[in-house]
């Protein structure tokens, strides 16, 4: 008997830890930029990023502050980045490696307008509400 007290403890223990580690999940606000600027129209719940098929120059997804007069890059996080077709909606994953940067030019060698950009992150500690960016 006292050895099943013990492991259902033991369980009890490891089950609340595991819920206790699982509130920390996507607790940092992050987004993507293009050149440095904030691709994302607004930071809502309504907010949409697109980019011109002829777009250029470097792609970074960064934890981002958030201010009425500007939204800052701070630390630039890792990144892969897939392309979900407009006509099959299949998505591809285009960066094997992860990535802190990458020159939209090279994605959008790979991609017609209508398809989208899909960012990942590699960790669950960074939200990124807006992480599909149309293709026009």
Same mark, same amino acid.
């Given at each position: 008997?006292?050895?099943?007290?013990? @492991? %259902?403890?033991?369980? &009890?223990?490891?089950?609340?830890?595991?819920?206790?580690?699982?509130?920390?999940?996507?607790?940092?606000?992050?987004?993507?930029?293009?050149?440095?600027?904030?691709?994302?129209?607004?930071? %809502?719940?309504?907010?949409?990023?697109?980019?011109?098929?002829?777009?250029?120059?470097?792609?970074? &997804?960064?934890?981002?502050?958030?201010?009425? #007069?500007?939204? #800052?890059? @701070?630390?630039?996080?890792?990144?892969? &980045?897939?392309?979900?077709? +407009?006509? %099959?909606?299949?998505?591809?994953?285009?960066? #094997?490696?992860?990535?802190?940067?990458?020159?939209?030019? +090279?994605?959008?060698?790979?991609?017609? #307008?209508?398809?989208?950009?899909?960012?990942?992150?590699?960790?669950?500690?960074?939200?990124?509400?807006?992480? %599909?960016?149309?293709?026009?």
């Amino acid at each position: 008997m006292k050895k099943t007290n013990r @492991i %259902t403890l033991i369980l &009890v223990l490891c089950f609340f830890a595991h819920l206790s580690s699982g509130q920390n999940s996507f607790s940092n606000c992050s987004a993507i930029f293009l050149n440095n600027k904030m691709l994302v129209d607004e930071y %809502t719940t309504e907010g949409k990023c697109a980019v011109s098929v002829e777009a250029k120059g470097d792609l970074t &997804v960064s934890t981002v502050e958030l201010s009425s #007069k500007e939204n #800052k890059a @701070i630390t630039p996080i890792l990144f892969q &980045v897939a392309i979900r077709d +407009k006509n %099959t909606g299949t998505l591809m994953l285009v960066s #094997k490696e992860k990535t802190e940067k990458v020159e939209i030019e +090279k994605i959008l060698a790979k991609c017609k #307008k209508g398809d989208f950009i899909i960012i990942l992150t590699m960790s669950d500690e960074f939200a990124l509400p807006h992480n %599909t960016i149309l293709i026009q």
